[in-house]
Antibody, heavy 120, light 110 residues
Framework: EVQLMESGGGLEQPGGSLRLSCAAS????????MSWVRQAPGKGLEWVST????????YYADSVKGRFTVSRDNSKNTLYLQMSSLRAEDTAVYYC?????????????WGQGTLVTVSS | QSVLTQPPSASGTPGQRVTISCSGS????????VNWYQQLPGTAPKLLIY???QRPSGVPDRFSGSKSGTSGSLAISGLQSEDEADYYC???????????FGGGTKLTVL
């Protein structure tokens, strides 16, 4: 069964940095695009970033462009999100999600999420 | 500004049919597929409908989706108590070069 497990969340001060990881298993990781989607407490879903299967193409929401970097290590079946210059409004549960073949929007598997809290 | 607009809430009684709309524009739904996610309380989202009207394996055929122009629609027939959840539409936006989610619709089964 496909599994995605996020880690790396926690409490960080404004202006600080965090790196999230998403460990994938039971599928050919390098063949699929992957995305990060976040959800602030009590709010809706917000797309953060997408990376192609080979890692050569990356996409970012305007709200995180220049501050967050998505990457992947296909030899380790792991997706990353390096977050810097963190702001209070980055506080959210961060989900990693696997895209189905055919479209980056067809996110057919999701992790359980990891909570990032930005506060002094 | 690219945005997908959904009603914030919807409701129905068991057995009824309910529909949830999603309004977009030419840069998103108008030129790409509309997709739907279900989020049960306290859980991660789940892909419910993709490619306008296709259901992933395991999704009951009570759930159906459609697209017309720059709008999409999710229909749930034979409403059940376990359908009480938040529903989000999503589409790729060619202008933003990214995924747009609607604001979500909270479905209440009365």
């Amino acid at each position: 069964e496909v599994q995605l497990m996020e880690s790396g969340g926690g409490l960080e001060q404004p202006g600080g940095s965090l790196r999230l990881s998403c460990a994938a298993s039971e599928f050919t990781f390098s063949s699929y695009g992957m995305s990060w989607v976040r959800q602030a407490p009590g709010k809706g879903l917000e797309w953060v970033s997408t990376i192609s299967g080979g890692g050569g193409s990356t996409y970012y929401a305007d709200s995180v462009k220049g501050r967050f970097t998505v990457s992947r290590d296909n030899s380790k079946n792991t997706l990353y999100l390096q977050m810097s210059s963190l702001r209070a409004e980055d506080t959210a549960v961060y989900y990693c999600a696997k895209a189905q073949s055919g479209s980056y929007v067809w996110l057919d598997k999701w992790g359980q999420g990891t909570l990032v809290t930005v506060s002094s | 500004q690219s945005v997908l607009t959904q009603p914030p809430s919807a409701s129905g009684t068991p057995g009824q049919r309910v529909t949830i709309s999603c309004s977009g524009s030419s840069s998103n739904i108008g030129s790409n597929t509309v997709n739907w996610y279900q989020q049960l309380p306290g859980t991660a989202p789940k892909l419910l409908i993709y490619n306008n009207g296709q259901r992933p394996s395991g999704v009951p055929d009570r759930f159906s989706g459609s697209k017309s122009g720059t709008s999409g629609s999710l229909a749930i027939s034979g409403l059940q108590s376990e359908d009480e959840a938040d529903y989000y539409c999503a589409a790729w936006d060619d202008s933003l070069k990214g995924i747009l989610f609607g604001g979500g619709t909270k479905l209440t089964v009365l």
